[in-house]
Nanobody
């Protein structure tokens, strides 16, 4: 399984970006998928995740109302639409999937089995 994230870049305060994550491979099914980020000097943070078995989506409080996760099953792609970006959103963003069904909180990232390489998002003030 491979995950390829793209779409990062430099954007001004209040701007928007859409990240994409393509999931490919002979066994590309998953129970949950999520976006995570890590800023310099900080721990990895769960941004949003979707669990397919109960169709629930979670967002970390700091992005609620600004970020939206969506999926295009035909393209095996998950998107992260990020609006009203703030400098504190600056980080490397990663996508990840859970293929073994971990029943805990998907935002922790603990249950994720495969991770893509990150894409840098920089928000200038």
């Amino acid at each position: 399984v491979q995950l390829q994230a793209s779409g990062g870049g430099l954007v001004q305060l209040g701007g928007s970006l859409r990240l994409s994550c393509v999931v490919s491979g002979s066994s590309a099914d998953y129970y949950a998928i999520g976006w995570f980020r890590q800023a310099p000097g900080k721990e990895r943070e769960g941004v949003t995740c979707t669990t397919l078995y109960d169709a629930k989506t979670k967002y970390t409080d700091s992005v609620k109302g600004r970020f939206t996760i969506s999926r295009d099953n035909a393209k095996n792609t998950v998107y992260l639409q990020m609006n009203s970006l703030k400098p504190e959103d600056t980080a490397v963003y990663y996508c990840a999937i859970d293929q073994d069904w971990w029943p805990g909180d998907c935002l922790t990232g603990v249950g994720m089995d495969f991770w893509g390489k990150g894409t840098q998002v920089t928000v200038s003030s």
